[in-house]
């Protein structure tokens, strides 16, 4: 099957009412392309509209956003040119996550880490391609160990259940992209969210507070995810982020980033909540300065 196109973000980015404090981090977003430069992979799922550095450098300007976390997205595969030309160019703004395959070697880890990378993100998501080989999962969370790195979870709601005693025994810090994309029209007390919430105990794992369209059953403005966000605020506001998810690939309702920037203020009401979030976290978890 042909990888399928899927739509652009929106161009007219609204100046949110909310203002983000000096330093604010994006820790979730994407660069795709320039395909002329950057070829997006034939065996992707999806290939987008490009989106490069340059788009993303005037939305950040937009929205009042000074730093960023790349996170290498499936539609370009292993091959890491874009995220690391994006990072090199940032001027030390940028980090980078990574997808891999088995053909990357020592060297290529020190060749990503000098590059800004600090985590292998793994996808369990169906429609983009599925679970990986646990047997390679498993030797990669020993090479991330050996770098002092990271894994990213990119999961569907069911994946936090079912793989939950694998999960609770990784040896390295984990993130959970989107609440785990967990649906908001099943409710607060959902197994997959509640599973979640008691991850959020551990020291090692964090969570991103982002993809409000991705778990919202009602549509823009997306309110309904704020719910799912603050309670996991609550249960360890050391470990949260936030990002934009820009440009939003694979979303039902495409959102307009301004709006999610304002649901910030409704997901940590509290300046000093917001400023954890917003710039002690990644700062922390990615070695901003």
């Avoid at 040119?81 to 001027?91: C, F, P, V």
């Avoid at 983009?128 to 990119?154: D, M, N, Q, S, Y």
Wanted: proline fraction near 10%; hydrophobic fraction near 40%; charge should be neutral.
């Amino acid at each position: 099957m042909p990888p399928k196109s899927i739509p652009a973000p929106d161009p007219n980015t609204r100046k949110p009412k909310f203002t983000p404090p000096p330093g604010a981090c994006d820790a979730h977003c994407h660069i795709f392309g320039p395909a002329a430069k950057f070829p997006y992979d034939p065996k992707a799922a999806y290939h987008p509209p490009d989106s490069p550095f340059e788009d993303l450098v005037r939305l950040h300007a937009t929205l009042g956003l000074e730093r960023a976390v790349i996170v290498h997205a499936s539609c370009h595969g292993a091959d890491m040119r874009a995220t690391l030309d994006g990072i090199a160019r940032s001027g030390g703004r940028f980090r980078g996550t990574s997808i891999i395959d088995e053909s990357v070697t020592d060297k290529d880890f020190e060749r990503m880490h000098e590059g800004g990378i600090r985590a292998v993100r793994f996808n369990f998501v169906q429609h983009l391609g599925g679970r990986p080989e646990f047997g390679f999962f498993h030797r990669t969370v020993e090479r991330v160990k050996a770098l002092g790195w990271h894994l990213i979870l990119h999961l569907d709601s069911r994946d936090i259940v079912e793989f939950e005693d694998m999960f609770r025994k990784l040896p390295v810090p984990i993130v959970i992209d989107h609440m785990a994309r967990v649906t908001a029209a099943d409710g607060l007390e959902q197994k997959p969210f509640k599973v979640l919430l008691d991850f959020m105990k551990s020291d090692n794992v964090w969570v991103k507070v982002c993809g409000a369209e991705r778990v919202s059953s009602m549509g823009p403005p997306f309110t309904d995810a704020v719910p799912f966000a603050k309670a996991l605020i609550a249960v360890a506001p050391d470990r949260i982020l936030w990002g934009t998810d820009w440009p939003h690939p694979n979303v039902k309702h495409m959102p307009n980033d301004g709006d999610l920037v304002d649901l910030i203020p409704l997901m940590a009401p509290d300046p000093a909540i917001q400023k954890k979030i917003l710039v002690d976290n990644p700062a922390r978890l990615y070695g901003f300065e």
